[in-house]
């Protein structure tokens, strides 16, 4: 840490960008009141797991500020679509959809010491190609997104949404245990699974 407070990792300065991430989730949270600690939880879940897999500290801070940022393409979503309680439709699925990539062009033109942005339009990828925006798999999928993704699946279904009440902890590692492989990374999944087994994950309500 420097003089005036500032956190400095491999000679960067990030006490800026995780201040910034931290606004404008915070800002993209008023819009929607039901997960206004959902970007927040998936960070925290996501440094955890990252932790696990001995991330190194200036890579565990770029995690932090992609979980922080992971839905702000969210915000161009029409209201009517967040706070449906009922399931979508086609159409309103499509807005769904191109939150990643909404996110993507919002962050592109900030020049992160981490591929945030990168890793924001790849947060809904799964390894086995059954994902969205483009489908990629495994390889082609940035790791910060990997560990976002689980951690995204598991804050999300521990949630309560207008269309369906909050399901427990064990449901969420059952998805996680169950698609290991498929859907998620093995050792991302071991990791998150380590990492909620320990209780050390405190969800913000």
């Known amino acids: 840490m420097s003089d005036n407070g500032d956190i400095k990792v491999k000679s960067v300065n990030v006490r800026p960008y995780v201040q910034l991430a931290t606004v404008i989730s915070k800002i993209v949270s008023r819009k929607d009141p039901y997960t206004h600690s959902h970007s927040e939880n998936v960070a925290s879940l996501a440094v955890m797991i990252a932790k696990e897999l001995e991330l190194d500290e200036f890579s565990l801070i770029g995690v932090r500020i992609a979980g922080l940022l992971h839905d702000i393409g969210k915000i161009i979503v ?6 449906k309680p009922s399931c979508l439709n086609d159409m309103e699925w499509q807005f769904i959809r191109i ?59 521990t ?6 009440p909050a399901f427990p902890l064990e449901v969420a590692m059952d998805e996680i245990r169950s698609n290991r492989g498929i859907k998620y990374d093995y050792d991302v999944a071991d990791a998150c699974l380590a990492v909620l087994r320990s209780g050390i994950w405190k969800k913000l309500s």
């Not at 029409?78 to 706070?83: N, Q, R, S, T, V």
């Not at 990539?101 to 059954?130: C, N």
Request: glycine share 8%; aromatic share 12%.
């Open 78 to 83: 029409p209201a009517e679509i967040l706070f």
């Open 99 to 157: 939150h990643p990539v909404t996110g993507y062009d919002f962050l592109r033109e900030v020049d992160f010491p981490w591929p945030v942005a990168k890793a924001v339009l790849q947060h809904h990828e799964r390894i086995d190609g059954s994902g969205y925006p483009y489908e990629l798999k495994g390889g082609e999928i940035l790791l910060c997104s990997k560990i976002i993704a689980v951690a995204d699946v598991v804050d999300a279904m």
């Open 159 to 164: 949630s309560f949404r207008p269309y369906r």
